[in-house]
């Protein structure tokens, strides 16, 4: 089939043949595509390894919702054929919350980036932590806010440099699996974008979790953080996670602080059982009321 | 591969192969299929896209073993694998008024 011209002007990729149609048409918008991620981000992979995990958790589509932020990750609310949120910055969690507490059968996954989740909107994280609400967060963790032109983030590590920090991040970065299991999160798990079967074993794992679930996904950003620390292309970084990684299941969360260009120990490293809001809520109301008659 | 001996099974054992499938037009060129291919199947080609990237070809097209990692890391979901059919047999129409 040749090249489509649209209205507007804009050349749409060729589209296959109608027998072989790529595996994941039924999840994705495939008309969106391309999508506006650079090339070789992970966010891509993270959403590819995300839809593989609905498959493998034998998920409802219908029953699943996503909800974005604002940012590089806030867009995949735009390209999943889900029930999908895009919702003010900072901000995925709380309106999260309101379908959760709305709908109780909906599953709800947050997919943001990590200066939408751990900076604007850290207090929703460990609130939401705090009160076990049934939720998936898949936090991808690029290191940097890309989207605005590459500034310091609450994950920047210590010493790299950003366009807002011309000699080095002095702020000393957030750990977020120790900040999520002390807020109360009942999984927390660690992956790279370059371990795509495990993260997505541990995302079918976490979205069948009952309770505040949060998989952080280490991606690469070869437009703002690699080049701006001149770490080379979002290949090199793959490469570097190759060399880099260590998987360690259980490891005390308090050891994974991520340096600059230090060893990034992955895994599973909190999976625990703790009563959910609905059901603390359900309980104290016929507790205090007395059973429904 | 090498084999110091023929394994005893090699003639009941029918390794699957795959057919890969390349959307050009979306592809931007980060060659994370062409560096983690097990079997170094994929390689960048010379050809621009529409977009101005240079897409990968598939080399060795016998050698895929449809383990679908290309399409797990491909971050534009550009890529994908089928099962190659190894012998064709035509279509029979089971049932149908066409058939006369």
């Not at chain 1, 804009?10 to 506006?36: G, S, Y």
């Not at chain 1, 991808?140 to 790299?160: H, S």
Request: contains cysteine; hydrophobic residues 35%; proline residues 6%.
């Amino acid at each position: 089939m040749a090249e489509q011209k649209t209205t507007t002007g804009v050349v749409k990729p060729e589209i296959p043949e109608a027998d072989v149609i790529h595996p994941m048409e039924n999840l994705l918008r495939m008309d969106r595509m391309p999508h506006i991620w650079c090339s070789s981000c992970g966010i891509g992979i993270a959403v590819t390894a995300f839809t593989a995990a609905l498959e493998k958790a034998k998920m409802d589509p219908n029953m699943v919702s996503i909800v974005s932020g604002i940012g590089c990750t806030g867009r995949v609310a735009g390209y999943v054929k889900l029930d999908s949120f895009h919702t003010t910055h900072g901000r995925p969690i709380a309106f999260g919350t309101g379908i959760r507490v709305a709908n109780p059968n909906i599953k709800v996954v947050v997919f943001s980036g990590d200066g939408d989740l751990i900076a604007i909107g850290g207090n929703h994280f460990i609130h939401a932590a705090r009160r076990n609400i049934d939720m998936l967060v898949v936090c991808v963790n690029n290191f940097i806010y890309a989207m605005t032109g590459g500034q310091v983030a609450p994950t920047t590590p210590l010493a790299a440099y950003a366009t807002t920090s011309p000699y080095g991040c002095v702020e000393p970065p957030f750990n977020i699996p120790y900040l999520a299991e002390s807020s109360g999160a009942v999984y927390v798990a660690r992956w790279t974008a370059l371990h795509v079967r495990r993260l997505t074993n541990s995302l079918a794992e976490a979205l069948q979790k009952k309770g505040f679930s949060v998989v952080e996904v280490i991606s690469p950003c070869a437009m703002y953080y690699s080049r701006i620390n001149r770490l080379g292309d979002g290949l090199d970084m793959m490469r570097f996670y190759h060399d880099n990684v260590e998987i360690r299941h259980g490891e005390d969360t308090k050891n994974l602080d991520i340096g600059f260009q230090t060893k990034i120990i992955c895994g599973k490293f909190v999976d625990r059982e703790r009563p959910t809001y609905m059901e603390r809520y359900s309980q104290w109301l016929t507790e205090v009321k007395g059973a429904k008659k | 591969m090498k084999l110091w001996r023929k394994p005893l099974d090699s003639d009941k054992i029918k390794i699957i192969r795959g057919e890969i499938h390349i959307i050009k037009d979306r592809c931007k060129g980060c060659s994370f299929c062409v560096e983690y291919c097990p079997k170094e199947v994929l390689e960048m080609s010379e050809e621009f896209n529409a977009k101005g990237y240079h897409p990968p070809y598939v080399k060795k097209p016998d050698d895929c073993v449809e383990c679908h990692l290309c399409e797990m890391l491909c971050p534009e979901f550009s890529i994908f694998v089928t099962v190659k059919k190894e012998d064709e047999k035509p279509v029979t129409v089971a049932s149908g008024e066409e058939q006369t």
